[in-house]
């Protein structure tokens, strides 16, 4: 497994990671609970492969993962790093969210405990300076070793976090899709941070990729799981890449791949980006996700999240993540409306920069999806 070192912590963190927010899960007396017999080996088997890092949340599975990932490091904790999260707005405030996890993980000391999403609203908190000052006690203390956050905001919100001159690893995502993160990664890196990046593969996403795209970039693969994390990879400004594997099928795969055959050459990455930026042209035909036209909608149409499900299925042939795009409109998460709640109008087109044809192609999508 490659290694390398993880910003300016001290650490020697593995090209993988292990991302426990998807272990496996099986039902017991109605509820349910991780498949431990599946899911400990799936973890030892990592590590026994060099992977060297774990990241868990308080969330996770049910809450149930720190648990699980806490056993699993029993005989491994001194050559296994150990990362979770604090839910900022957890009713037992910093310090006792930290020491319950402990808990459920049975440890003395998490190696990198993370402010669990934080963005601009952190920012603003008006309780920011005093979690702060929290953290830092309890790294004095010895109870975290490195103070992080994970993040899902504007890319340039991510240097104001870091200007705040306490944290010193981040976790993001990025992929072979959204590479939105890129500047924002290097700049982490360049002012000493450790980068863990989530999503490498999209969610299981980007498996579904053309599969004829490694052969029109001439790369040699033996999936789009193996292309799109060597793709991330290939990022000097990435020291890890956590990736939720729940099948031990996964966790070979992509061990090999760290492991074995490495990042995407300077020569195949040119090759890659030309191939996905011709996708990725395909795809502005359609849509920027510019928004201009969603106040408009008296219908409140999801536009851009539909045009979005749409360039999935038809550009990047990612047919199931574009239907579940596409079907989780109007969901608790996702506000708006299908397709079908287009009356033809016209406000949005008259609004739209691109001067796209907006109704006509919410028409093919609706015939797409239904």
């Not at 099986?26 to 990241?55: C, K, Q, W």
């Not at 899902?152 to 870091?162: F, N, Q, R």
Request: aromatic share 8%; proline share 5%.
């Amino acid at each position: 497994m490659q290694c390398v070192p993880f910003g300016n912590t001290g650490m020697t963190i593995s090209r993988l990671g292990f991302g426990a927010m998807r272990l496996p899960m099986t039902e017991l007396n109605d509820r349910r609970v991780i498949d431990e017999d599946v899911a400990v080996p799936l973890l030892h088997s990592a590590f026994e492969r060099g992977v060297n890092y774990v990241d868990s949340a308080y969330f996770y599975c049910d809450g149930q993962s720190e648990v699980v990932v806490g056993r699993a490091v029993k005989g491994w904790r001194d050559r296994v790093y150990v990362s979770t999260k604090f839910p900022v707005g957890n009713e037992n405030g910093y310090r006792g969210c930290l020491e319950e996890q402990l808990g459920k993980l049975d440890l003395d000391y998490i190696d990198c405990y993370h402010f669990h999403g934080i963005g601009q609203w952190f920012l603003d908190h008006e309780k920011r300076d005093e979690m702060l000052a929290a953290a830092l006690r309890a790294k004095e203390e010895g109870l975290i070793r490195h103070i992080s956050f994970s993040f899902h905001d504007k890319p340039e919100v991510m240097a104001k976090l870091i200007d705040l001159g306490v944290f010193e690893s981040v976790l993001c995502q990025y992929n072979l899709l959204d590479r939105a993160n890129e500047p924002a990664l290097a700049d982490a890196r360049a002012r000493g941070l450790g980068t863990v990046v989530m999503g490498p593969v999209g969610g299981g996403r980007l498996a579904g990729l053309p599969p004829d795209l490694a052969a029109k970039a001439g790369v040699a693969v033996h999936s789009s799981a193996e292309l799109a994390l060597r793709f991330v990879m290939a990022n000097p400004n990435v020291c890890c890449a956590l990736s939720g594997m729940n099948a031990m099928a996964q966790v070979e795969g992509n061990t090999v791949t760290a492991g074995n055959v490495g990042p995407l050459t300077a020569d195949e990455l040119d090759a890659v980006n030309a191939a996905t930026d011709e996708n990725r042209r395909l795809a502005d035909l359609y849509c920027t996700g510019c928004n201009y036209c969603v106040p408009h909608c008296p219908n409140e149409v999801a536009i851009p999240r539909i045009f979005s499900a749409m360039n999935h299925d038809r550009v990047w042939g990612l047919h199931d993540h574009a239907r579940h795009l596409y079907n989780s409109i109007g969901s608790r998460h996702v506000p708006g409306n299908k397709a079908d709640a287009c009356v033809e109008c016209g406000k949005c087109e008259e609004e739209c920069p691109q001067h796209i044809p907006i109704r006509e192609q919410l028409a093919e999508c609706l015939k797409q999806f239904g």
